[in-house]
Nanobody, 124 residues
Framework: QVQLVESGGGLVQAGDSLRLSCEAS????????MGWFRQAPGKEREFVAA????????YYADSVKGRFTISRDNVKNTMYLQMNSLKPEDTTVYYC?????????????????WGQGTQVIVSS
């Protein structure tokens, strides 16, 4: 069992940066590929970024490539999403997910565990 808790969301202006964190409970954090998703009210969940168990492989949605960076610290059981050059269209709730099946499963949205989400608001 893994519990995921996101933090770091908030209200910023366009062009600003934020770093989201996803802290996981349990001793098997390094066994899971991880990812970030976002979902606005009334819209489908959107893949943002994924990272494999070691941190050596990452994937990004085209909409965030070059602006967002995903990383993880397996000692701290924490995954991060550094978001730079934020745009108003990045406004939504961000969720982290973990999958024992690997990074491709995360990219497909097949998470075994999900966090509760953290709100990001980017004003223009």
């Amino acid at each position: 069992q893994v519990q995921l808790v996101e933090s770091g969301g908030g209200l910023v202006q366009a062009g600003d940066s934020l770093r989201l964190s996803c802290e996981a409970s349990g001793r098997t954090f390094s066994s899971y590929a991880m990812g970030w998703f976002r979902q606005a009210p009334g819209k489908e969940r959107e893949f943002v970024a994924a990272i494999d168990w070691s941190g050596g492989s990452t994937y990004y949605a085209d909409s965030v490539k070059g602006r967002f960076t995903i990383s993880r610290d397996n000692v701290k059981n924490t995954m991060y999403l550094q978001m730079n050059s934020l745009k108003p269209e990045d406004t939504t709730v961000y969720y982290c997910a973990a999958s024992y099946l690997g990074i491709r499963a995360v990219v497909r949205g097949s998470g075994d565990y999900w966090g509760q989400g953290t709100q990001v608001i980017v004003s223009s």
